[in-house]
T-cell receptor, first 112, second 113 residues
Framework: DAGVIQSPRHEVTEMGQEVTLRCKPISGHDYLFWYRQTMMRGLELLIYFNNNVPIDDSGMPEDRFSAKMPNASFSTLKIQPSEPRDSAVYFC??????????FGSGTRLTVV | GNSVTQMEGPVTLSEEAFLTINCTYTATGYPSLFWYVQYPGEGLQLLLKATKADDKGSNKGFEATYRKETTSFHLEKGSVQVSDSAVYFCALSRDNQGGKLIFGQGTELSVKP
């Protein structure tokens, strides 16, 4: 079991550029979550999917953020255009129904 | 709404000292409660959990008891080690909300030899 795999581990981009973060959940997990971690706001839930369907996106900060899950083994979180205040660590996590969470190692995004 | 409040850090202790990190929650109904640990540069790992009142979760010498009367889930360890240095997060989830985790702000623990 390779766990939840996120890529890239680190991303540095210029303000205004598009950024795409990727996540491969654990096979057989029904739920996928995207979290953002910053010093100021701690860990915030951005969006979660159940069986590839977005269920709650109320945490997505604004229209510049979008997330997709085209199949059970892949999800993306896209920021377009990126801004310096988007700098954070973005975590993906997956779980089975009534099961425990497994978190990925995160993507550290820096927007300059 | 549902929320979690943790004691502020950082907490600095000497090796073999007793650890308590306070956590209280606000939630309707009966949430499940968790402690997660985050080591530098890594993702979060489940440390322990409790799913109903008076349950005690335990792992690696850490313990926490689900206290509904005080809406608390304080983390304790009798003798900390340098390797316990990390950030600790208290969290709750409600199954009727997709099991999404709501985290406290985290408490950084530093253990000195």
């Amino acid at each position: 079991d390779a766990g939840v795999i996120q890529s890239p581990r680190h991303e540095v981009t210029e303000m205004g550029q598009e950024v795409t973060l990727r996540c491969k959940p654990i096979s057989g997990h029904d739920y996928l979550f995207w979290y953002r971690q910053t010093m100021m706001r701690g860990l915030e839930l951005l969006i979660y999917f159940n069986n590839n369907v977005p269920i709650d996106d109320s945490g997505m900060p604004e229209d510049r953020f979008s997330a997709k899950m085209p199949n059970a083994s892949f999800s993306t979180l896209k920021i377009q255009p990126s801004e310096p205040r988007d700098s954070a660590v973005y975590f993906c996590a997956s779980r089975k129904k009534a099961g425990g969470y497994t978190f990925g190692s995160g993507t550290r995004l820096t927007v300059v | 709404g549902n929320s979690v409040t943790q004691m502020e850090g950082p907490v600095t202790l000497s090796e073999e000292a007793f650890l308590t990190i306070n956590c209280t929650y606000t939630a309707t109904g009966y949430p499940s409660l968790f402690w997660y640990v985050q080591y530098p540069g890594e993702g979060l790992q489940l440390l322990l959990k409790a799913t109903k009142a008076d349950d005690k979760g335990s792992n690696k010498g850490f313990e926490a008891t689900y206290r509904k009367e005080t809406t608390s889930f304080h983390l304790e360890k009798g003798s900390v080690q340098v390797s316990d240095s990390a950030v600790y997060f208290c969290a709750l989830s409600r199954d009727n909300q997709g099991g999404k985790l709501i985290f406290g702000q985290g408490t950084e623990l530093s253990v000195k030899p």
